[in-house]
């Protein structure tokens, strides 16, 4: 699977778009983008996930750049409750390989 | 939907017992998913199921280390003998079909302590 880059940390205030960045260069074609989050001491919760169109749920929109090395995930309107780990994942999708694989993530530190 | 069930939420044991960590699917679901998490690691994965059958076990630390599916609902993750080093949250996530990134559903999680 790609590696993915994020930042470690990031801010954001109560009521203003949280835009989260990652990097995965190196993403092949058929490689879809998955975001996660993990609010402290709960398990990781699926977000969204896309492959090269924009995509949004009632969650957030994920943004994919033209060449696919890098997305961002937007919360649109962050609450205090939207503080959280958020993972960025790339790997391939339905077919045989490994099960998600999860790096250190950004922590969204949201105040009001 | 009562999601994926894990029990017990907090373990405490002493060094060289057995642990037993539970965890149960959501209904339909029929791949599971055995993760461990400390600060310094991270999120790893240790051993995935599809269908009652594993797929990989490669992130099983030890063979101290052990995981089954006794049913297509349930499955246990047993440590024998614990050392202080398992101390670390353990989740469990179930999805249909393991091989999607999206739809993985995760437990709460098993505080464990080895002291």
């Known amino acids: 699977d790609a590696k993915t880059t994020q930042p470690p940390s990031m801010d954001c205030a109560e009521g203003r778009a949280a835009n989260l960045p990652c990097n995965h260069s190196?993403?092949?074609?058929?490689?879809?983008v998955y975001w996660y989050r993990q609010i402290h001491s709960q398990g990781p919760q699926y977000i969204i996930h896309?492959?090269?169109n924009n995509e949004t749920n009632e969650m957030a929109s994920l943004i994919i750049t033209e060449d696919r090395k890098s997305s961002t995930l937007i919360l649109p309107h962050a609450t205090l409750r939207d503080t959280a780990v958020y993972y960025c994942?790339?790997?391939?999708?339905?077919?045989?390989?490994?099960?998600?694989?999860f790096g250190k993530g950004t922590t969204l530190s949201v105040s009001s | 939907d009562a999601g994926v069930i894990q029990s017990p939420r907090h373990e405490v044991t002493e060094m060289g017992q057995e642990v037993t960590l539970r965890c149960k699917l959501i209904s339909g679901h029929n791949s599971l998913f055995w993760y461990r998490q400390t600060m310094m690691r991270g999120l790893e994965l240790l051993i995935y199921?599809?269908?009652?059958?594993?797929?990989?076990d490669s992130g099983m630390p030890e063979d101290r280390f052990s995981a089954k599916m006794p049913n297509a609902s349930f499955s246990t993750l047993k440590i024998q003998p614990s050392e202080p080093r398992d101390s670390a949250v353990y989740f469990c996530?179930?999805?249909?079909?393991?091989?999607?990134?999206?739809?993985?559903?995760f437990g709460s999680g098993t505080r464990l302590t080895v002291v």
């Open positions: 190196t993403i092949s074609g058929n490689e879809y």
């Open positions: 996530a179930s999805s249909w079909g393991w091989q999607a990134g999206y739809g993985y559903t």
């Open positions: 994942i790339v790997r391939v999708a339905n077919q045989a390989g490994t099960a998600l694989i």
């Open positions: 199921f599809n269908n009652n059958v594993p797929i990989d």
């Open positions: 896309g492959l090269k």
